[in-house]
């Protein structure tokens, strides 16, 4: 399973570009659990985490550039 089924409009991608890919968004302080919900097929829970979670941007930092 080197290969990763995508969207018929996207290109398939392998395992080792999503584990660099994963890694690229870890190391630039992304949270796992954002990459996580990203992840869900059906997609994040969105209205259940903002009414419960309060915004916090400050794991944003400035894109360098």
Do not use: K, N, Y
Not at 8 to 32: F, I, N, S, Y
Request: charged share 20%; glycine share 6%.
């Amino acid at each position: 399973m080197d290969q990763i089924e995508c969207p018929p409009d996207q290109p398939t991608l392998g395992r080792a570009d999503l584990v660099d890919r994963t890694r690229a968004l870890l190391q630039a302080h992304v949270p796992l659990s954002l990459l996580l919900d990203l992840a869900d097929p059906a997609g994040p829970d969105s209205v259940s985490h903002f009414t419960a979670e309060p915004g916090d941007l400050s794991w944003l930092r400035p894109v360098a550039g």
